[in-house]
């Protein structure tokens, strides 16, 4: 699951339960995870932790259950058009 040259040793405290929240596929706890620490240092931040430390640590499985998981939690209803 986890790239060791993807992280660093100062990054653990708060890399681990994100890393845990996906490997048990957990997706309420990765997004309680997410918006706690996007709320602590900011959107921006978020993205750039997420983009560089998170994404290239995980496995092709983890990161796929990510996107499929994130892509059906975006579409809340779909209306037919006529």
Not at 60 to 78: D, F, H, M, N, Y
């Amino acid at each position: 699951m986890i790239n060791p040259s993807a992280i660093d040793l100062k990054s653990l405290p708060w890399l681990l339960p994100v890393l845990t929240a996906i490997s048990d596929r957990d997706w309420v706890r990765f997004k309680e995870l997410e918006v706690s620490f996007a709320n602590a240092h900011g959107v921006e931040t978020w993205a750039d932790v997420f983009n560089f430390r998170i994404m290239p640590a995980l496995e092709p499985e983890a990161k796929r259950w990510l996107l499929v998981t994130k892509c059906s939690q975006g579409i809340k209803s779909v209306k037919i058009l006529d």
